[in-house]
């Protein structure tokens, strides 16, 4: 953060200094250890004219010596023990005019005149300021007035550009921004703002020999998208990004052509953009609502014409993912006591390109009728068999393939079949593969363990699978490490899966006792109904109901005792204390280890007299309920004759 020419500035290396400025100039240093500031705004020496400075006046920390600021009026500042003193290293780069002689709604005005410049900018003053991080002598100095200067030499001399010896540009442009290159001493960047005027075209200029000549970056913006900032990827020189009146924008080629950032983004002017090198995050910052950040935008870097020109690319996350588990031990009822901000999604992030969307036989049919009617060669309707076709095909799929060290699979994690940038998140769990009861049930299976893992796109089209992208590698690196030593990551890994078994026959034996137990409310209706003697019905009818009451005892104890205070331990119960083993990554105690022991031999006898139960007993009645005239019931085979 900082040293960019806008405020407050960090300096680099240093997180505890800080410098920030209120208008017309007032710069303190602040100490953020004690917490006190020091007001540091260089001062005039006996006999220099007032200093004008910019309601919002450039602070810059040096990328040569952190001790190193500068600041400016309508001249440049410069200091090199932070702000305990100043030494002027310009004179005055603006043009200088007497403001109190400015037309102002199409005349002059004199004395009587309701002024109030007192709560008002200053003019004539420098409004952005850049530093060239490869050459310590090169600095850009750009006016509220329509000037550009620049020195070679650290101050001694300075080139001034008049903005309306440039191109297109208009004469009294105010510099919004100037960027020096990161790579190249000649080249600088400026974003220029004419709002003032009526005009909200964007304006933004390039050159690579010092000034000497310019080139425009802004043909590709959208009109009314004034430029506010400009910033550039510190590893690929050509990756660009600007915030404009409208929002965020990106450049893979230097600025030739530019795409929008959308992805939740407002349309909401967008004053500054910054790059947190360390996360290689871009944080945007607006005109009124917040910051917004796009955490690991590194996947841009390798976008380029050419790779776009492939159908489908993936990008893993740049960097370790952040391992740990989530706490859900927090209320969201806080009311309006206090605001939090939204936290990236938990997991790791995975970014893809797909150079053209996946579409069914209707949408391709319905974009080629499309472009036949704008051709005027309207379509005919189709045969019924091609519509009935359409109406069955099954939706295309992507979606992204984890695999741990081992290429074992851990989980697929969909996405959008649309063209463009993409991003899904995997919540670094297994998929859950527990009995499946309901088609919207949440996949949240065990959590994975920190490690190294692989993630590939695929396309599902039809029955036909193919993968888009070459495994691409990520780690999942844990944030911290515990006080007490637990158990090794296999067995922890060992257990999740041990419990997940447990859990398997866990929740497909209660699922079959709910279907057993609606078949037999039918058929207590079907022995009801039936024409004959039903002694016998009803004597298997009760000696099964006994038997399902008794595993339900086994597996849920007695239910009469539920919220009728303590209740002894039961299959389940075992079952729950064991797995709550897996919400830390301590691992399983001997007592977690104990309970899924106890918890597996009661489902041992369940599952034996679930099975008797499901596969011989309960179909038993029912034919019998058949072969004595009764109803047929669910369950039981088609009825052949």
Known sequence: MGGDGHGPAVEPGNPDIMYSQWQQGNLVRVDTTTREGVYVKPQPLPGDPA?????????NVSAHDPARIYFASQRVWRSDDRGDSWTAVSGDLTKNGNRMHSPLMGRTWSVEAGWDLYAMTEFHTIANFAESPVDENILWAGTDDGIIQVTTNGGKSWKKIELDDIKGIPANSYVNDIRADLFDPNTVYVA???????DYKPYLIKSTNLGKSWTSLADDLPEKHLVWRIVQDHVNKDLLFIGTEFGVFFSVDGGKDWVELDGGMPTISTRDVKIQRRENDLVAGTFGRGIYILDDYAPLRSLTEKSMQKDAILFAPSRPVKWFQLDDNHTDSDGDDRFVAENPEHGATFT???KDSL??????RQEAEKKLIEDKKYPKYPSWEAVEAENQEAAPAVYVEV????GDLVKRVEGNTKKGL???TWDMKYSLTIPLTDKDSKNNGLMALPGSYTATLFKREG?????LSEPASFVLESIYDGALKGATHAEIEAYGHAVNDAQKRALSSTTVLKQLKETMGLLRTAIDRTPSDVKSLE?????IQDEINGVNKVLFGLSSRDKMGIKPANVLSRLGYARSALGSSYGPTQQHKDQLGYANDGLDDVVKRIGTLQQRTVPSLQQAVVDAGGPWTTGLPVIAK
């Open 51 to 59: 200093e004008r400075f910019n309601w919002d006046a450039p602070i």
């Open 463 to 467: 029955s036909t699978v193919t993968a």
């Open 539 to 543: 004597a298997q009818y009760a000696a």
């Open 403 to 406: 695999r741990d060290s081992d």
């Open 422 to 424: 993409h991003r899904i």
């Open 352 to 354: 893809y390109y797909l």
């Open 192 to 198: 220029l703002d004419n709002h003032k005027y009526g």
């Open 359 to 364: 579409l069914t036989a209707k949408e391709k």
